[in-house]
């Protein structure tokens, strides 16, 4: 039992540590210009929302287009990876398509810096006309977190009982109807796995963003810089969006928290 608290607290506290940036954030978007001008360890307190007000439009900011560009991008993101790793995952385990090699070259590319495409993306994008366009960032994290979404559905796949898919061959069905009635149904936790992952992934994704955006695209990430002014730094301002801007990801992850687990330890032992 001792043991177990032991555990317990010092799980909470590592836990409170990650907290605080956000607990500071939430902080500060709360408190006056006038108290947090006078410095970070004051702990006179007011509770104030105007600063939230600021970051929805009171001030003139774009903070709505810059969530909704962010909402856009990260669910596109997710489809479109599902839509393209699943399908490529199928074929690797189950049709031989490329062999060991290729999740191999996979997660070569999943652990090389994603500054090593800024420019080909860059050039690439500009020859199509899409800069700062969503579909620019869509592309390009689902190249990023695609990777991932291959490691994780082949885990899955290679857990799954081949003798399932073969009844269905032996009753007619098709490639494309065993992956649409069978195999997608069977992948539940791996789907939520990948598409958590990939949400959090491209919602706080910067370095695309501010290379392939300029005004039209931005999402919240490069957004928040312009909080930043000639006559100052908005702290609060940024603080309240920042708070707004974790939301989305913090509810998803929560909602799909227990298929998460199981997604990402599919094929932890068989494999």
Same mark, same amino acid.
């Given at each position: 039992m001792k043991k177990g608290w032991g555990t317990t607290l010092l799980a909470t506290c590592v836990v409170f540590i990650f907290l605080v940036p956000l607990l500071g954030a939430f902080y500060t978007s709360l408190r006056t210009d006038e108290a947090i001008a006078s410095g970070p360890f004051v702990w006179e307190f007011d509770s104030n929302f105007e600063h939230y007000k600021n970051a929805l439009g009171a001030a003139g900011y774009d903070f709505p287009s810059f969530f909704r560009n962010s909402?856009? !991008?990260?669910?596109?993101?997710?489809?479109?990876?599902?839509?393209?790793?699943?399908?490529?995952?199928?074929a690797i385990v189950r049709l031989g398509f490329g062999g060991p090699w290729l999740l191999r070259l996979a997660l070569a590319l999943r652990i090389t810096p994603a500054i090593f495409f800024v420019?080909?993306?860059?050039k690439l994008f500009t020859a199509y006309q899409l800069i700062d366009h969503p579909l620019a960032l869509i592309l390009a994290n689902t190249f990023i977190n695609m990777t991932l979404a291959l490691l994780v559905?082949?885990?899955?796949?290679?857990?799954?009982?081949?003798? !399932?898919?073969?009844a269905a061959a032996v009753d007619g069905a098709s490639i494309w109807m065993t992956l649409r009635r069978i195999v997608f149904p069977l992948l539940g936790p791996g789907m939520a796995a990948v598409g958590v992952l990939t949400f959090l992934f491209s919602w706080s994704d910067y370095l695309f963003a501010v290379v392939l955006t300029s005004s039209e695209a931005t999402p919240v990430t490069v957004g928040a810089a312009n909080f930043v002014t000639s006559y100052g730094v908005r702290w609060g301002d940024i603080s309240a969006a920042v708070c707004l801007s974790v939301l989305p990801p913090l509810l998803f992850a929560t909602a799909a928290q227990k298929f998460l687990v199981k997604g990402l330890s599919s094929g932890a032992v068989k494999g």
């Open positions: 909402v856009v !991008i990260s669910l596109g993101t997710v489809l479109l990876t599902i839509l393209v790793s699943f399908p490529a995952s199928y420019i080909p993306f860059y559905f082949s885990g899955a796949i290679k857990e799954m009982p081949i003798e !399932i898919e073969e």
